[in-house]
């Protein structure tokens, strides 16, 4: 079966089992954050789930409705509606095709580390704080107050007894896994004492049917594209940004290599169908993919498993996954916020470059504050910053004269747009000879900014009767600076076998 062993599917299997379980209460829950019914979200989170399992990039990775994306539904439901999101879906998924097929996917591996780690850190926390919210309980006028007194002592019980079993049930036996025996050994332990505690059936009842194909009924006009477009564009740019930096991170975790261009692909067919048999759409899960690799289900049967499992509980088994008890399931993602928190980043913040640590913790910050896009764009802007920074301050010259008398500036280090400025400075037309070189041998030529930077100081030299001469400027530099400037003064005494990045070169 999949070419596993029987291990491997009895690993795959109950680890699906127990992803499928912690989808539940999530899948619940960002429903109720986009304003739509429970099952719109049960139904998104199994079919997202098993298409990217059958045809993703990452084998191991979980995906379904996410928080990330709830967040950003809420106004289009509420001014319009909810088949306006299921258009909006199916309009996402085309656009994260598009993604795949252009195979854009790839950029996603210039993430810098620092960026990444702060991603992770942020999501742990934002796993962590999410669960506080199960704490509270409709009080007067229904506002939502902390638990008080034995309820809050139960609940606090639970939780701390499904760590203990999750940490400590390893030392006895890896059979099965620690988080499946958490949740069944708690729930067990609720219904057979009956303990008064908040249930996953008092989030909303999970009992339905198969998910129908349901075309969703929106005016196919102008109007109707002009109200969903912009929520698809951020709808699929956050999708495939979460999804991309949890396949890296799985990556990273497990020393292999996911495909992130099939991956776009296959989160863009996944929403194409959810928003066509009445889904919320979603994207990939890091806290259900952190519970499923910690077990050691790197295989696709785990979310096949996991999105087969949830089925069977919205058509069957409701009754019985309704009365597990929240505790249980607040524990386990505990527990997953705590291994996908990098502990070893914060000693690192010690001996790593402040720029790189103000990353860290300023994309920690920023996923708490706001959310994951924003997050990573703003780390990424920095990064590319500071790494322009950096180098712009080294671009070095060496001066010497040679047997003809002409001085000689040998550049190191790259000319591009931050540098540019530095690169004026280097040179002192007035009190050089007639004839001036410089040297390229050891320099790259980066950008446009650059040509022109060149271009500038053959104008300087040129004003007081000197002539400049570049050595080891590749011809394509030539041509744009001829272009640019005609400055025919300017000679080439060698040719290299580099060309400028420039945006006038085809």
């Known amino acids: 079966m999949f070419g596993l062993t029987t291990e491997e599917i009895k690993t795959n299997l109950l680890s699906g089992l127990t992803v499928a379980l912690a989808l539940v209460p999530e899948a619940i829950a960002f429903a109720l954050v986009a304003h739509v019914d429970p099952l719109v979200g049960l139904y998104a989170a199994f079919m997202i789930s098993l298409i990217t399992a059958v045809f993703g990039g990452r084998p191991g990775m979980i995906s379904g409705a996410t928080g990330a994306l709830a967040v950003v539904m809420v106004a289009l439901v509420v001014d319009h509606g909810v088949e306006y999101l299921f258009a909006t879906v199916v309009l996402m998924g085309v656009l994260q095709v598009l993604f795949g097929l252009a195979r854009l996917g790839k950029f996603i591996r210039m993430v810098p580390h620092p960026v990444m780690l702060g991603f992770v850190n942020g999501l742990a926390i934002v796993i962590f704080l999410a669960q506080f919210g199960h704490f509270k309980v409709p009080g007067p006028g229904g506002t939502p107050v ?85 929520y698809s564009v951020i709808l699929a740019v956050i999708g495939l940004i979460e999804s991309l930096l949890t396949l890296n991170l799985i990556d990273t975790m497990t020393d292999t290599r996911g495909r992130p261009n099939k991956e776009c692909l296959a989160q863009g067919a996944a929403n194409i169908v959810t928003g066509l048999f009445g889904g919320m759409g979603g994207c990939a899960m890091i806290g259900q993919s952190m519970i499923n690799v910690n077990n050691g289900a790197l295989r696709r049967l785990s979310g096949i498993a996991a999105a087969g499992f949830l089925l069977s509980f919205i058509v069957l088994g409701s009754t019985l996954i309704e009365a ?31 720029s790189d640590a103000a990353i860290v913790v300023g994309v920690t910050i920023v996923t708490v504050l706001t959310d994951l896009a924003i997050a990573v764009v703003a780390g990424v802007v920095i990064a590319a910053l500071v790494f322009a920074w950096e180098h712009a301050k080294h671009i070095n010259v060496t001066i010497h004269d ?18 540019a400025g530095e690169f004026q400075t280097l040179f002192t037309p007035k009190e050089d000879p007639d004839d001036v070189v410089v040297e390229f041998l050891r320099s790259k030529v980066v950008d ?12 300087r030299y040129k004003a007081v009767g ?30 290299p076998h580099y060309h400028v990045a420039d945006d006038k070169i085809a």
């Open 146 to 230: 902390w638990m008080q007194g034995p309820q809050l002592y139960v609940m606090v019980g639970l939780v701390a007894l499904t760590v203990a079993v999750i940490y400590l049930f390893p030392k006895v036996t890896k059979a099965v896994p620690a988080t499946l025996v958490g949740i069944v050994s708690v729930s067990a332990l609720v219904i057979a004492f009956g303990l008064d505690t908040k249930t996953v059936g008092d989030l909303g009842s999970i009992a339905g049917g198969l998910p129908q194909f349901h075309m969703p009924m929106v005016p196919f006009n102008l109007e109707t594209l002009r109200i969903i477009l912009p």
């Open 402 to 419: 040679d047997e003809h008398g002409w001085r000689v500036y040998e550049l190191e280090g790259s000319l591009f747009f931050a540098s």
């Open 324 to 354: 597990i008890p929240l505790a249980a399931l607040i524990g386990v993602m505990f527990v997953v916020a705590e291994k996908t928190f990098e502990w070893g980043s914060i000693q690192a913040l010690r001996s790593i470059p402040r």
């Open 448 to 459: 446009h900014s650059a040509l022109e930077a060149i271009d500038a100081l053959a104008t």
């Open 466 to 495: 000197k002539r400049l001469h570049l050595r080891h400027l590749s011809p394509d530099c030539l041509e744009l600076l001829s272009e640019a400037r005609g400055m025919m003064e300017v000679n080439i005494m060698e040719d």
